[in-house]
């Protein structure tokens, strides 16, 4: 490719980054046209030329300098600064090796405003108390890591204590305000995880963030940590905030299982639960969160039972818990995202919700 047209994609590249285009990702594939990631879904843009494997190339080689020794085996994942955005690059091949694929995830360059997340102000009690876990729950690209890093903002701003980080890549870079930072990549500064969070222990840290909790070393770490006095915040996979409780349970074995149970029941603080929608004009996503809190023990007597922790969700005897359903209907009922896509969002509970927006059109 002639060197003017291979700066040309680049550069509209950046155009793109720079558009008022609501969108969170972009797809690249080589001899294709370019995909971004709306609120209607992945459509094509005619912002960015077909790119070739070279254009690809060059921002793999901007973000890792020995990416073709490792893409035979396994994607790249690391981010990448610009001055407005910081993005999450994700390099792979795909077709028997013979294509090269890039997505990225644009994110800004600055932390998240918790103000901005469209979380309910309750939920920053979860981080006033300052030992046990906090988790965020949801499916990919929920925005479990802006609401991650929001409530990190909030300690920043807060109080003054040490924040130790390990995450896949590192989403945002935190400036000092109050609070110290150490924030470790995987796979760079640390090999996973859980080695991390172990590390993390030694580093006298009062908030211990984890980027992803998958597996039984992570939340057993996790549990430890907690246990010992810390604040640790941690995201996982999970449909509900009840669900991310029995998954957290489901890592271990049946004869560990009483034991972490009863870690569980006196560290969690709470979870949040989250789902993003559509907005009915499109300009972006609008997000429903499901906040289970435990700052009263309320939950710990039914950990384990999941009917009987969903029960208690429900009653909200503690007066600040709120279920998904609750959030969609005000979103719905606000005018907000359409009845529809609230619908659609939701993976358990549509029933409910649907009850309660009868004559709602």
Not at 128 to 148: D, N, W, Y
Not at 191 to 197: L, Y
Not at 322 to 350: F, H, P, W
């Amino acid at each position: 490719m002639a060197s003017d047209e291979y700066q040309g994609v680049i550069f509209e590249l950046l155009e793109l980054l720079d558009s008022e285009t609501s969108f969170t990702d972009i797809h690249f594939e080589q001899d294709a046209p370019v995909s971004i990631r709306t609120p209607a879904g992945w459509v094509k843009t005619d912002m960015v030329g077909i790119p070739c494997r070279d254009d690809i190339e060059i921002v793999l080689n901007k973000i890792d300098s020995n990416w073709q020794g490792t893409i035979a085996n396994k994607a790249i994942n690391r981010p990448l600064d610009l001055a407005k955005w910081r993005l999450r690059v994700n390099g792979y091949l795909a077709d028997g090796g013979e294509k090269l694929m890039m997505t990225i995830r644009r994110l800004p360059a600055s932390e998240p405003n918790f103000k901005d997340t469209g979380l309910p102000n309750s939920a920053r009690l979860m981080i006033e108390i300052p030992s046990g876990l906090v988790l965020i729950t949801g499916a990919t690209g929920s925005g479990k890591s802006t609401t991650q890093a929001a409530l990190i903002d909030c300690i920043n701003e807060s109080r003054p204590a040490h924040i130790v980080t390990i995450e896949d890549p590192i989403e945002y870079k935190f400036r000092r305000k109050k609070s110290i930072f150490s924030q470790r990549e995987v796979g760079v500064d640390c090999a996973s995880f859980s080695e991390g969070a172990i590390d993390a222990m030694r580093q006298r840290p009062d908030v211990i963030v984890i980027g992803e909790i998958r597996d039984k070393d992570t939340a057993e770490t996790a549990l430890l940590a907690a246990e010992s006095g810390h604040l640790v915040i941690g995201t996982m996979h999970a449909n509900t905030a009840p669900g991310a409780v029995q998954k957290a349970l489901s890592w271990f074995a049946a004869h560990e299982r009483d034991a972490r149970q009863q870690t569980l029941a006196s560290t969690l603080i709470g979870v949040i639960s989250q789902v993003l929608v559509p907005r009915k004009d499109l300009k972006g996503y609008a997000l429903a969160s499901e906040l289970m809190f435990n700052h009263k023990q309320q939950i710990s007597k039914f950990i384990g039972k999941a009917e009987q922790m969903v029960s208690a969700l429900e009653r909200k005897e503690d007066g600040v818990s709120q279920t998904m359903v609750e959030s969609m209907e005000a979103l719905v009922k606000n005018g907000i995202v359409e009845k529809g896509a609230a619908l659609r969002s939701l993976k358990d509970g549509q029933a409910a919700l649907f009850d309660r927006l009868k004559g709602v059109a």
